[in-house]
Structures are given as C-alpha cells and as structure tokens.
C-alpha cells in the first residue's frame, strides 16, 4: 500500500501534496458593520452597490446629485441593514475622509481618476463601478447564507459565468444552511472551552457539519450537540464507503463529496480517478489499496484490517471505491469484519459504470419495447478466468440487458458460452473502456464479433461489455454513421 496525492503518473510511490496554483485575486471579507462607506453616483448600478453595502451593515453615504428612480427609492425605503443617508451633490475629495470603503459610478475616464486618486490619498480602498483598472478591489457574484457568505470572482472576464456559478452553488447550499451557522456561533465558545485544539474540535465540528446539509436545526439537535461537548467531542472513529463513480467527478452524489471533505484518511481504489481525489480535503492522508487483475495488489484482508486499524485510532476512514460499493466492490466483506470489530460504517451509494455507459451510448437498460431484466454479471473469478457458476442459459435470453463487469481478458471466453448457449451471433453488442473519462473508448457490433472487437480496445482499461437488444440502436446509428462516410 501507498500514499498518493499526485497525478497516476506518478503512484503508487509517496508524492507531497500539491501545492497552492497562481490565484487571479485574493478573497477578502470586510466586516462593515457600523462603519461609514461612501457611493458615489446617480444610477442603478450605484443604488445596487449602496443597498449592497447596507447590507452588509455598513453606514452608508450616497453623494448623488440627480438620483434615479432606484436610487430615490432605496433611499426612502432603506435596506435590509446599515444606514443610508443622501449628500444631495455630487461627490467632493473630501467626502472620503475617514470612509472603509469607497464605490463610485464615475461618468467618464477622468472621473474615474479622480475618485481613485481621492480615495488612495484617503487612504480608502475604493471599487469604479466597470472599470477596474481604477480601483483596488472587486465586487464578485454573492450567495447569502448569512452568516455563510460565498463570493465568486473571474476577474472581470466573465462575469456571466460568475452568475452561473453562483446559481449552481445556490442549489447546492439549503438555506436553512443559515440557521445552522448561527447555532455554531452560539456553540463556538463551549467548543473552544471544553475541547483541546487540533483533532477533538475538527471532529466535533465535522459530526456537526454533517447535520447542516439538511432541514433547519431544532431544539433536539442543539442539545444533541452540547450533549456531545459534554463528553469530550465526537465519539471513536469511523468508516464511511463512498462510490466514488465511473471516472468523471462531475458524476460524484453530494453525500460523496461531502465524506471526502470530512475524511481523515482515504483508502481508495486504483480505479479512482485524480479529479475524484482533487475533491478530498486537503489535509486527509490518501493511501492507494487497489486491486487490479494481473498487477501488484492489495489483499483484502490487509485493507479490512488497515481500516479497523484506523478507527480504532479515531480517524475517519474514506474507504473510496470506484462506482458503486454494492456492485462487484467487496461491499458485503468489508461491512461485516467492521461490525464483528464494533466499528460504526455507513455506506454512501455511487454511480455504477453500467449506468454510465447506457449514458454513453444514449439507450435505457430497460426499454419497455426491447428488455423485461437487467444483468451484471462479473467476467472475472478469483482465478482469473470466467466464474464457473454462471448460468448460461439465463444470460442467453435476448429479452434481457447483460452487462458484464472486468470482462476484458475473457471477452473471447464470453462469446463462445453465449454463442453456445443458443444465443444469435447477431445479437447486438457493445464495449466500452474507461467510460466517462477523457480516454474513453467505444465498439458496436455483435456478439459474433465480440473478441475482434475486445481486440480494438487500448490494453489496461477498465472494460464494460453489454449484451442484448438495448443496445441494437447504438449499433444501428453507428452503422449509419460509417456508411454515410463511405
């Protein structure tokens, strides 16, 4: 086993962790409440940035001379905090004295100079509304959970973007997210009095975490929570099983992502992709435990054991597994010598690659007109070859979708029990390697073609074969598509 945090490239042997990359601009957050800030302007865009600042608790000064109808209306109705008080001219060199902050929607290029030039000598960091070779900061896109405030910034250069991003976050972060992060201000104190800095409080305030992700904190959760102050923090550790998906991070669950982000360690699989592992915290000791057929490998007993290990010193455990855990991943094993060793699991289901790949090739494993059955069916024994078990003839109905798991080496194997099951040599068949992920690679054909076409794939992918009538039209649009270009 080995520790990794650098590209595949470079496992299984030790690497350092990555260091922090070049950032555009440096997130700042001003606390303004109560202090004075100065707008300066009379358009919508500066009655945003006023409001925007009152919010934010600021006593806020509006030289404007001529308001518009927005101005004049956040004006007379105020803002949900702060203050807001009208200088009925326009804005004087003097006016951003003793000022926090400094934003104008200045009329022209000497304007702009102007205010930025008064507002250095003020000693004021100051923002020109669109133009920011003047100012020394920038506003960025804003999701509001107070006290949980995200910004988003691009530099200017894509401001749109910065909007998608905040509406993506949004969906993600439940606004009861807000109640949650008052209760821990009202918490912090005890934290900081009763347990000792470094893991006991990262614990606690990781077993609190993962409560705020959901409905709004009652009465019942806040004296669950000082209850487990009371007795030192957070309990023993813990294993938590992620499916880790197909390859492509952007298929991770939001509970996956999460666990990541609480781990103390992560046991992952050699399938597990490096944008996958990018999404840990930073700080978790990531060790490699993979098994692959034909390369050196991990027994699973040794990583059964190096789990129990782990939690018995309090460390949460990521024992991160490519696809889903349930699905040819050792789930059932793993669960059982964790409760026989008293040790607490939970299991965080992912996307299994069969799932993928019916994305891939754009069909539904059950197509009411085509399958009444889904199979997956595991092309790989603990001796290499095809399990002596399976039942042929089941698989050789054509009415049912059969995906086979790790069937690269005995894709020739495969055919032959097909074909000698009775099943037509034109059933339509597919193959896929490494799906989901930059390298992936496709056939469609037959299952009389089967092994030829097991024999295009790049050697060392992972590969999935689908057999059956689902599949018949991406076969069908794939012959098209060579025909046109003939």
Not at 384 to 395: K, V
Request: some cysteine; charged content about 25%; glycine content about 10%.
């Amino acid at each position: 086993m080995s520790d990794a945090t650098t590209p595949r490239s470079k496992r299984p042997a030790e690497a350092r962790a990555r260091r922090l990359g070049r950032l555009a601009l440096l997130p700042l957050f001003a606390d303004l409440d109560g202090r004075p800030a100065l707008v300066a302007g009379d358009s919508p865009a500066a009655a945003w940035k006023a409001e925007l600042l009152a919010a934010a608790g600021a006593d806020v000064r509006v030289a404007s001379a001529d308001p518009c109808a927005e101005l004049a209306a956040l004006l007379s109705e105020g803002a949900a905090a702060g203050r807001l008080t009208r200088l009925p001219r326009a804005w004087r060199p003097d006016d951003l004295d003793d000022m926090s902050i400094a934003v104008a929607d200045a009329a022209d290029e000497d304007e702009a100079r102007r205010f930025a030039d008064a507002a250095r000598a003020a000693g004021a960091p100051c923002n020109v509304i669109d133009r920011p070779a003047y100012g020394g900061f920038q506003f960025g896109a804003i999701v509001n959970r107070s006290p949980v405030v995200i910004g988003i910034a691009t530099k200017g250069t894509a401001p749109i973007l910065a909007q998608a991003i905040r509406r993506r976050i949004e969906t993600l972060l439940p606004p009861a997210l807000a109640d949650w992060a008052a209760l821990a201000g009202r918490l912090r104190q005890q934290v900081l009095a009763r347990l000792a800095a470094g893991a006991p409080r990262r614990r606690f305030w990781e077993t609190f975490a993962e409560r705020a992700f959901g409905a709004a904190p009652t009465a019942r959760d806040e004296t669950a929570l000082t209850n487990l102050l009371a007795v030192g923090g957070a309990s023993g550790g813990r294993v938590t099983l992620v499916g880790a998906g197909p390859g492509d991070a952007g298929l991770l669950t939001l509970n996956a992502v999460r666990a990541l982000q609480a781990a103390d360690v992560i046991l992952f699989d050699a399938l597990v992709s490096d944008e996958v592992l990018e999404l840990a915290r930073r700080e978790a000791r990531r060790m490699l435990v993979g098994k692959r057929g034909g390369q050196e490998s991990c027994r699973q007993a040794d990583i059964n054991e190096l789990m129990v290990k782990l939690a018995r010193q309090g460390k949460h455990v990521v024992r991160l597994k490519a696809g889903d855990p349930g699905v040819f991943g050792r789930t059932g094993e793993e669960l059982e010598r964790l409760a026989a060793e008293g040790v607490p699991a939970t299991v965080v289901p992912g996307i299994t690659a069969a799932s993928a790949m019916a994305a891939a090739f754009r069909v539904s494993l059950t197509h009411r007109d085509r399958a009444r059955a889904v199979r997956f069916v595991t092309g790989h024994a603990r001796h290499g070859g095809l399990p002596e078990d399976i039942d042929w003839q089941a698989i050789a109905d054509p009415s049912t979708t059969t995906v086979f798991y790790m069937g690269g080496r005995t894709a020739p194997a495969i055919q032959a029990r097909l074909l000698d099951a009775g099943l037509s040599g034109d059933t339509p068949a597919v193959i896929v390697g490494a799906v989901s992920r930059p390298d992936e690679r496709r056939w469609r054909g037959t299952v009389a073609g089967l092994a030829a076409g097991m024999a295009t794939m790049p050697p060392g992918q992972p590969v999935l074969l689908g057999i059956g009538e689902t599949w018949r039209a991406a076969v069908a649009g794939a012959r098209r598509v060579a025909s046109a270009l003939r």
